[in-house]
């Protein structure tokens, strides 16, 4: 319970704890609640225990001789969940998001199998989600009888479920490592990481949100998967990266292809830059030289020219150029000169 009750995890809505239930019909009368948050608070019990009564005569719910199959199946492990929760002792705990009334496949179409992370917390999730987007029955673990022992901590659960039913998950603030080594993880479910990571998908707007903070972590991630998408977005994020601090793993995990797109973004841009500095203002005749003062502001601002540098700073860096001249006239035409060249230098490229 600790876990939960961190600081960092205030907001880890998903979970809450549960006392395990006696009988089958109590777990009905979970069900027949309807309101799974009501449900959470009932820890004492007490008020499942009134309920009992008034469902105690029900009807099985697995119906044997159901003619569609399919239907029968989905039925038949949801029994089987439900059964194998009455062999958990003590508290148990529930992702709120894949609980067992969670309307999050088909319409109407409850979750059949539970999955239980390495720390305890259950989720109940779809059979027929999980295998569909998986290669290999998902690792293979849905080849094991439900509640199926998970190889994940129920942080790095909760992501991927939420990835899969492309849930927004943004209010968990997961730290950049957890994500990082979860979607590292997909690949050993049979899930490439490419089917959840796409524009727009909430795992992707979960890892964009760490971009301006650890660009280099999402583009070798984006890179080692070929998550196109995220290079792409990440890639702006990452135009003053000094290129001599990659190391050898970092080239390896973005791979040969994202670093030489990453390498012709900085030099590409610094080309065009000094391209733009190439166009100084026009001669007057006067005692100035506008010319000669931008060549000089120019060649100063390339020679430590950085692809990330921002419109504004290139702005400053080469108004030392106008400062020198008394004709009001030069002054002017450098200042004009110097707002096309912003332009046009805000205009370039800035992603892979
Ligand atoms: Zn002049």
């Not at 499942?48 to 029968?72: E, I, Y």
């Not at 659960?157 to 080594?181: E, G, M, R, S, V």
Request: proline fraction near 6%; charged fraction near 15%.
């Amino acid at each position: 319970m600790s876990f939960y009750n961190t600081a960092n995890f205030n907001d880890w809505q998903s979970v809450a704890s549960i006392t395990p239930l006696s009988s089958n019909d109590d777990l009905q009368n979970l069900g027949s609640l309807g309101n799974w948050d009501g449900a959470l608070d009932l820890a004492t019990g007490q008020l499942l225990q009134s309920d009992a009564t008034t469902s105690a005569s029900s009807p099985p719910r697995f119906q044997t001789n159901a003619s569609d199959k399919a239907a029968s199946l989905q039925q038949y492990r949801a029994e089987q969940a439900k059964h194998h929760i009455n062999h958990f002792s003590g508290k148990i705990s529930v992702s709120t998001t894949f609980h067992p009334n969670a309307q999050l496949g088909q319409p109407g179409q409850l979750p059949d199998i539970i999955l239980q992370s390495v720390d305890g917390v259950l989720f109940h999730v779809h059979y027929d989600v999980l295998n569909q987007i998986s290669d290999n029955g998902f690792g293979n673990f849905l080849q094991e009888p439900s509640p199926i022992a998970f190889n994940q901590s129920s942080q790095g659960l909760n992501i991927i479920l939420h990835a899969i039913y492309d849930i927004p998950a943004a209010k968990f603030h997961h730290p950049i490592n957890l994500l990082i080594d979860t979607v590292d993880s997909l690949t050993s479910y049979g899930v490439h990481p490419s089917r959840l990571v796409h524009r727009n998908s909430s795992l992707f707007q979960l890892l964009y949100l760490h971009a301006p903070q650890h660009p280099m972590e999402l583009y070798m991630l984006a890179g080692a998967h070929r998550l196109e998408e995220l290079a792409i977005m990440v890639s702006a994020h990452l135009l003053s990266f000094p290129l001599d601090r990659l190391s050898d793993e970092m080239v390896d995990r973005m791979g040969a292809l994202f670093l030489k797109r990453l390498v012709f973004l900085h030099l590409d841009r610094i080309k065009a830059l000094k391209a733009i500095l190439s166009q100084p203002p026009p001669p007057h005749g006067c005692g100035d030289d506008p010319q000669r003062a931008w060549a000089l502001a120019a060649a100063s601002v390339a020679n430590d020219a950085m692809a990330g540098m921002s419109p504004q700073m290139l702005v400053s860096s080469m108004k030392r150029s106008a400062g020198d001249m008394r004709c009001t006239h030069c002054q002017e035409n450098t200042q004009r000169s110097l707002g096309i060249a912003a332009m046009k230098w805000a205009n370039v490229k800035a992603t892979i």
